[in-house]
């Protein structure tokens, strides 16, 4: 833990913040033998994180995954709406979108969803936190050093990173390979516009709550 009670600047609390709620969200799942894909520490690590989760209390946590939820729809929302925007204007205008390539329009959702994961829902587990330990006044003492909160940031950005990219890239495979005529291409083209933001919505939840309710004592 921190061994300098000196205020460190704002945006390095926000960061050692989320790294205390990402410890205590993987504690409790390796606690109960979960692993989830793309998403491995190292025994060292593990322990590491389960030290940095024991002053952490379940309620400061759920208050988290809360805002969490809260963060992201409201970032992906302006990232989509930012996104189109900008679509509209590098075909010329509105006039034009009846003429737009479906590659391109594919293109620019392909790289939205990229913004969404690996800028968006970051940056919301980051604004998540901020308000979080501001309601529970978390003590400059109880977050984890530095040299600690850099590692684990790095390492907990890439993994989203990376999970993003898969999933993203096997959407893609499917656009591709998938006839545009089939049933299952028909069904996705009708559905997808109107679930896709309860899928992330929904997404976010289960790698954060879902399997720790479903897994807690009774």
């Known amino acids: 833990m921190n061994t300098f009670a000196a205020p ?3 945006l390095q609390r926000w960061l ?8 205590f969200n993987m504690t409790l799942g390796y606690r109960r033998g979960m692993r989830w894909p793309g998403f491995g520490y190292s025994e060292a690590e593990q322990a590491q994180l389960s030290s940095i989760a024991a002053g952490c209390a379940a309620t400061e946590y759920y208050a988290w995954v809360g805002g969490c939820v809260v963060f992201f729809l409201i970032i992906a929302a302006l990232i989509v709406m930012f996104g189109m925007q900008g679509l509209v204007l590098a075909i010329g205008g509105e006039q ?5 390539p479906a590659v391109l329009f594919f293109f620019a959702m ?9 800028l968006g829902f970051p940056a919301a587990m980051l604004a998540a936190a901020a308000l979080t330990g501001r309601w529970f006044n978390v003590a400059e003492a109880a977050l984890p050093d530095r040299p600690v909160v850099a590692h684990l940031f790095h390492r907990l950005w890439l993994q989203i990173s990376r999970v993003a990219l898969l999933g993203i890239v096997a959407v893609l495979l499917l656009w591709l ?11 996705a083209g009708l559905v997808m516009p109107l679930l896709s933001p309860a899928v992330a919505v929904l997404t976010a939840v289960y790698y954060f709550s879902a399997r720790l309710v479903r897994s807690a004592p009774p």
Do not use: E, G, I, N
Not at 16 to 23: D, I, K, S, T
Not at 96 to 100: G, N
Not at 177 to 187: C, G, I, N, T
């Open 8 to 10: 460190r600047p704002f």
């Open 110 to 118: 392909a790289l939205q969803l990229v913004v969404c994961f690996m």
């Open 96 to 100: 034009h979108m009846a003429d737009t």
């Open 177 to 187: 390979f998938v006839p545009a005529d089939s049933k299952a291409a028909a069904v």
């Open 16 to 23: 050692a913040l989320l790294v205390r709620y990402w410890a």
